[in-house]
């Protein structure tokens, strides 16, 4: 079916412009109605064509369209990787492809943030017309057989009513965007980004980027990990988990006096945190500041049933035993 609707779009686009391509899809706007919303009003603030020249192709084997996309862009964001070296962290021989859940997995092991969008078409474009590419997971069968294809997105060009993607063997697929949709839709709307820890998707939401910056920390590399906490305070200087998963960073590098740089300022912005308080209280005994410490600690206030109850106790008793010690 699909290379049924490419012909017609060969044929169409010459009488009539992309858009009139729902025609083709059965005349039910129903079947894409994102790209009707673009129809009538494109995203504020996007350019109306954008091409992201200098990602990388690679053609995809046979079944193989997942490590293909996820090396697409993870040497775009830096990574020295080939998609024979993803095919065992996300191919899955017994399905003859790659889940979402390894998508979004592997780029973790090379200290990239794997960052699901909104199932929307204008988090998409603004991502691309940000330099992002997006792999996005497409259904190219035909009722009742599903043919499930990755690709990246790398370009579009809205008078033209096209999108441009690295998708199988071809370098740049040219797609009309109703026929993208029909093929996008089927997989609600799934599309990720992987993004180098210095920089941050277009449209990320703080809670979901906070939480896609903890899944890579457990298991990419600290300096990436500190860079993206980093990163992720100067847009949302208010998180005091990331201030925390900041300090933390420093802290296990030994780094004090930046762990304290830190937490002071989070501490300014929200007297009322236990664990920061707490934090720094630690990171100050550990200066060898324990008077200065066990009077921050000892103006803190813990909630009754708080489950950092604790953890206060045990920083207080250490300090004191420090205390002790010193005298």
């Given at each position: 079916?699909?290379?049924?609707?490419?012909?017609?779009?060969g044929?169409?686009?010459?009488?009539?412009?992309?858009?009139?391509?729902?025609?083709l899809?059965?005349?039910?706007?129903?079947?894409?109605?994102?790209?009707?919303?673009?129809?009538?009003?494109?995203?504020?603030?996007?350019?109306?064509?954008t091409?992201?020249?200098?990602?990388?192709?690679?053609?995809?084997?046979?079944?193989?369209?997942?490590p293909?996309?996820?090396?697409?862009?993870?040497v775009?964001?830096?990574?020295?990787?080939?998609?024979?070296?993803?095919?065992?962290?996300v191919?899955?021989?017994?399905?003859?492809?790659?889940?979402?859940?390894?998508?979004?997995?592997a780029?973790?092991?090379y200290?990239?943030?794997?960052?699901?969008?909104?199932?929307?078409?204008?988090?998409?474009?603004?991502?691309?017309?940000?330099?992002n590419?997006v792999?996005?997971?497409?259904?190219?069968?035909?009722?009742?057989?599903?043919?499930?294809?990755?690709?990246?997105?790398?370009?579009?060009?809205?008078?033209?009513?096209?999108?441009?993607?690295?998708s199988?063997?071809?370098?740049?697929?040219?797609?009309?965007?109703?026929?993208?949709?029909?093929?996008?839709?089927?997989s609600?709307?799934?599309?990720?980004?992987?993004?180098?820890?210095?920089?941050?998707?277009?449209?990320?939401?703080?809670?979901?980027?906070?939480?896609?910056?903890?899944?890579?920390?457990?298991?990419?590399e600290?300096?990436?990990?500190?860079?993206?906490?980093?990163?992720?305070?100067?847009?949302?200087?208010?998180?005091?988990?990331?201030?925390?998963?900041?300090?933390?960073?420093?802290?296990?590098?030994?780094?004090?006096?930046?762990?304290?740089?830190?937490?002071?300022?989070?501490?300014?912005?929200?007297?009322?945190?236990?664990?920061?308080?707490?934090?720094?209280?630690?990171?100050?005994?550990?200066?060898?500041?324990?008077?200065?410490?066990?009077?921050?600690?000892?103006?803190?206030?813990?909630?009754?049933?708080?489950?950092?109850?604790?953890?206060?106790?045990?920083?207080?008793?250490?300090?004191?035993?420090?205390?002790?010690?010193?005298?």
């Amino acid at each position: 079916m699909i290379a049924d609707l490419y012909a017609w779009y060969g044929r169409a686009r010459l009488i009539a412009g992309a858009f009139l391509l729902v025609a083709l899809l059965g005349g039910c706007a129903s079947l894409v109605p994102q790209t009707m919303g673009l129809r009538d009003a494109w995203p504020g603030g996007v350019a109306v064509r954008t091409d992201i020249a200098d990602v990388p192709f690679f053609p995809q084997q046979e079944y193989q369209c997942g490590p293909a996309a996820l090396a697409t862009t993870l040497v775009h964001a830096g990574a020295p990787v080939t998609p024979e070296e993803l095919v065992k962290l996300v191919y899955i021989p017994a399905r003859q492809g790659s889940l979402q859940i390894e998508m979004l997995a592997a780029p973790r092991r090379y200290s990239k943030v794997s960052y699901r969008l909104a199932p929307r078409f204008d988090d998409l474009l603004r991502e691309v017309a940000a330099g992002n590419p997006v792999i996005v997971l497409q259904d190219l069968g035909a009722w009742p057989i599903s043919v499930w294809h990755y690709a990246v997105v790398v370009g579009f060009n809205y008078p033209a009513g096209e999108l441009y993607l690295r998708s199988g063997e071809t370098k740049r697929q040219a797609i009309p965007f109703t026929i993208f949709e029909y093929t996008w839709k089927k997989s609600d709307y799934w599309a990720m980004v992987t993004m180098p820890p210095g920089r941050i998707p277009a449209t990320a939401g703080e809670a979901d980027y906070l939480a896609a910056i903890s899944a890579m920390e457990r298991v990419g590399e600290p300096g990436a990990t500190q860079l993206a906490y980093s990163t992720f305070l100067e847009r949302w200087p208010d998180n005091v988990a990331a201030g925390i998963g900041l300090a933390n960073q420093h802290y296990a590098r030994e780094e004090l006096k930046q762990a304290e740089a830190v937490l002071r300022p989070v501490l300014t912005r929200h007297p009322d945190s236990v664990a920061v308080a707490n934090n720094l209280a630690q990171v100050l005994s550990d200066m060898g500041r324990n008077d200065e410490a066990l009077e921050l600690l000892e103006r803190v206030v813990v909630p009754e049933g708080s489950p950092l109850t604790a953890a206060v106790r045990e920083t207080h008793t250490l300090i004191l035993q420090r205390i002790g010690k010193d005298k």
